[in-house]
Nanobody
């Protein structure tokens, strides 16, 4: 199983980024996928989850700003992040199977104020 997040970068506060996660080695369409993030000096935290059917759930800080989606034909999951804040600065990871599951390399998002 391989996961790889991409799409991070430097953005000004109020801007947007779209993260992508490619997957291989799994039957993607039947799996729930999750985005986590880890800010400098902090523990990794959950951001959003998308069910196999495409239903997204979000933690409070992501509600109304972030949108999780998936393309089962491409085995990819996305995280559209809008109205970014400096506190969104973190390495973002896609995950399969929860904390003890599979992790890909993260992608760094830096939001400048």
């Amino acid at each position: 199983v391989q996961l790889q997040a991409s799409g991070g970068g430097l953005v000004q506060a109020g801007g947007s980024l779209r993260l992508s996660c490619t997957t291989s080695g799994i039957i993607f369409s039947t799996n729930r996928m999750t985005w986590y993030r880890q800010a400098p000096g902090k523990q990794r935290e959950l951001v959003a989850t998308i069910s196999s059917g495409g239903h997204g759930t979000y933690v409070d800080f992501a509600k109304g700003r972030f949108i999780v989606s998936r393309d089962n034909a491409k085995n990819m999951v996305y995280l559209q992040m809008n109205s970014l804040k400096s506190e969104d600065t973190a390495v973002y990871y896609c995950n399969l199977g929860g904390p003890s599951g599979y992790w890909g390399q993260g992608t760094l998002v830096t939001v400048s104020s």
